[in-house]
């Protein structure tokens, strides 16, 4: 593998992301899959409406927790790359390129893979097919199953329209994710609301049990469940992979990690309780397009078919910006040497790392094959891990740099707010591997691969 040191004069980044757009960023990276397609399944392994909101609660303290870690760790490094830059400085080269490799599998292109599907399977309202369960050719069976259909080809094909958007400028990109975010955001408003006002649900679906479809115990499957919520929270770091192109970034950034995890936990809430009004957890097991069959009960089929496209469209936000946020984590690491080198070039008119969005895109292409709820795992598994180091990281850049920043909100009642997000995310892992070994040991062998990579790859160079 050829590592070319990159030239001072080739064309850079640009500092052109103000507030709003890095907290559109985030709010969209946020708001996807996990909120319109993993309740269903929660309903089924958790059995309660309660649990179902109690575990939604703890995994925004939980994003909360990392987002003001992650704001104090931003405005000490203002520098595009996120935990690769962070686990670098702290823990040296290898655990950099370690967390960027994962980064590059399980933090983006399988996100952006899983968001796609879920876009899929919401237009399955209009269109049968593109329901992920009508995939006409399956090949394996279980969690090694590969599946090919039409919702499969159009998640694809959505995937490649906005990574080839985004080779032609963050500008351009940034304007369409701004109005994106917007869209969303008045959505989701406009479902809760009208919900509660004018839909047709039940409050007494939140005292109706139903019968668990999980044979897991409750606390185990708890921690399992928060796995994929915290994949649908995951994203409250997304603006500082793109620090090096926000402006006024020590200011800006734990402004908008702020604000853009707080909007979305208000925003989940409200989902989550509307779609338990709406529906009886009964109906709602399995049921990956839970936002289509609530609006369904609310409104009727007819106006559950313009929902449904609404919410398919949130879910293009949500493309939009983990498209945009992967290729500067990757530009990060080959500006330093530490991936292959065309990552790092950037294109001299349009100012973005082509080689690093296409590479991207091509893989969450392939990954769109593989099972929805295995992905979930997969992702949620790699995202614990290496989120749970960064915060970790803290400790040690306090211990050795005396001139080091600290963040007000992080020194309250220091170590509680990252010795807690740690002690859950190690949980998680622990009960993620003993109920779902393939996904969570395939996690895990990302990173041993990575290791293996640098050791007789990069470093033997």
């Given at each position: 593998m050829?590592?070319?040191q990159?030239p001072?004069?080739t064309?850079?980044?640009?500092?052109?992301?103000?507030?709003?757009?890095?907290?559109?960023?985030?709010?969209?990276?946020?708001?996807?899959?996990?909120?319109?397609?993993?309740?269903?399944y929660?309903a089924?392994?958790?059995?309660s409406?309660?649990?179902?909101l109690?575990?939604?609660?703890?995994?925004?303290?939980?994003a909360?927790?990392?987002a003001?870690?992650y704001?104090?760790?931003?405005?000490?490094?203002p520098?595009s790359?996120g935990?690769?830059?962070?686990l670098?400085?702290a823990f040296g080269p290898?655990?950099?390129?370690m967390?960027?490799?994962?980064?590059f599998?399980?933090?983006f292109?399988?996100p952006?893979?899983?968001?796609a599907?879920?876009?899929?399977d919401y237009?399955?309202?209009?269109?049968?097919?593109?329901?992920l369960a009508?995939?006409?050719?399956?090949?394996?069976s279980?969690?090694?199953?590969?599946?090919?259909?039409r919702?499969?080809?159009?998640?694809s094909?959505?995937?490649?329209?906005?990574?080839?958007l985004?080779?032609?400028g963050?500008?351009?990109?940034?304007?369409?994710?701004?109005?994106l975010t917007?869209?969303?955001l008045?959505?989701?408003?406009?479902f809760?609301?009208?919900?509660?006002?004018?839909?047709?649900?039940s409050?007494?679906?939140?005292?109706?049990a139903?019968a668990?479809?999980?044979?897991?115990?409750?606390?185990a499957?708890?921690f399992?469940s928060?796995?994929?919520?915290?994949?649908?929270?995951?994203g409250?770091?997304a603006?500082?992979?793109?620090?090096?192109?926000v402006?006024r970034?020590?200011?800006?950034?734990p402004?908008?990690?702020?604000?853009?995890?707080?909007i979305?936990?208000?925003?989940?809430?409200?989902?989550?309780l509307v779609?338990i009004?709406a529906?009886?957890?009964?109906?709602?097991?399995?049921v990956?397009?839970v936002?289509e069959l609530?609006?369904?009960?609310?409104f009727?089929?007819?106006?559950a078919?313009?929902?449904?496209?609404?919410m398919?469209?949130?879910?293009?936000s949500?493309?939009?910006?983990?498209v945009?946020?992967?290729?500067?984590v990757y530009?990060?690491?080959?500006k330093n040497k530490a991936?292959f080198?065309?990552?790092?070039i950037?294109?001299?008119?349009w100012h973005?790392?082509v080689?690093a969005?296409?590479?991207?895109g091509?893989?969450?292409?392939?990954?769109?094959?593989?099972?929805?709820?295995e992905l979930?795992?997969?992702?949620?598994?790699?995202?614990?891990f290496f989120?749970?180091?960064?915060?970790a990281?803290?400790?040690v850049?306090?211990?050795?740099r005396?001139?080091w920043?600290?963040l007000r909100?992080?020194?309250f009642?220091?170590p509680?707010?990252?010795v807690a997000?740690?002690?859950?995310a190690?949980?998680?892992?622990?009960?993620?591997?003993?109920q779902?070994?393939?996904a969570?040991l395939?996690?895990?062998?990302?990173?041993?691969?990575g290791?293996l990579?640098y050791?007789?790859?990069l470093?033997?160079?």
């Amino acid at each position: 593998m050829a590592i070319l040191q990159k030239p001072a004069s080739t064309p850079a980044l640009l500092r052109q992301l103000g507030f709003f757009s890095a907290t559109a960023l985030v709010i969209s990276n946020m708001v996807g899959t996990g909120i319109f397609a993993t309740t269903g399944y929660m309903a089924g392994d958790l059995g309660s409406a309660g649990l179902i909101l109690a575990c939604w609660g703890v995994g925004a303290l939980f994003a909360l927790a990392g987002a003001l870690s992650y704001s104090e760790l931003g405005i000490n490094f203002p520098s595009s790359g996120g935990e690769y830059v962070y686990l670098t400085h702290a823990f040296g080269p290898e655990w950099g390129f370690m967390t960027g490799w994962v980064s590059f599998f399980a933090g983006f292109s399988a996100p952006i893979a899983v968001t796609a599907l879920a876009f899929s399977d919401y237009l399955g309202h209009f269109s049968p097919s593109l329901k992920l369960a009508s995939a006409t050719a399956t090949f394996g069976s279980g969690a090694l199953s590969l599946s090919l259909g039409r919702g499969q080809l159009l998640a694809s094909c959505l995937i490649a329209a906005f990574t080839i958007l985004n080779c032609f400028g963050l500008g351009r990109a940034a304007k369409v994710q701004n109005v994106l975010t917007s869209t969303k955001l008045l959505v989701i408003a406009a479902f809760v609301l009208l919900g509660f006002g004018a839909g047709s649900g039940s409050w007494s679906h939140f005292s109706e049990a139903a019968a668990r479809t999980s044979t897991v115990s409750l606390p185990a499957q708890f921690f399992v469940s928060l796995l994929w919520v915290m994949f649908g929270y995951s994203g409250w770091n997304a603006a500082t992979y793109v620090a090096e192109e926000v402006r006024r970034p020590e200011r800006t950034l734990p402004l908008a990690l702020a604000a853009g995890t707080g909007i979305v936990a208000a925003a989940y809430m409200g989902l989550n309780l509307v779609y338990i009004y709406a529906t009886p957890l009964k109906q709602m097991q399995g049921v990956t397009a839970v936002g289509e069959l609530s609006a369904a009960n609310l409104f009727g089929p007819r106006v559950a078919g313009a929902f449904a496209a609404l919410m398919a469209l949130c879910l293009v936000s949500t493309v939009s910006a983990e498209v945009t946020v992967g290729p500067r984590v990757y530009y990060a690491m080959a500006k330093n040497k530490a991936f292959f080198s065309a990552a790092a070039i950037v294109h001299p008119r349009w100012h973005t790392p082509v080689a690093a969005i296409l590479s991207q895109g091509l893989c969450a292409m392939i990954m769109t094959l593989t099972p929805f709820r295995e992905l979930l795992t997969y992702i949620g598994m790699s995202l614990a891990f290496f989120s749970a180091l960064s915060v970790a990281s803290l400790f040690v850049y306090r211990r050795r740099r005396p001139g080091w920043q600290r963040l007000r909100a992080v020194d309250f009642a220091w170590p509680l707010i990252p010795v807690a997000y740690i002690l859950v995310a190690v949980a998680m892992m622990v009960f993620g591997v003993l109920q779902h070994p393939v996904a969570s040991l395939t996690a895990f062998a990302t990173v041993g691969a990575g290791a293996l990579i640098y050791h007789f790859g990069l470093r033997a160079e």
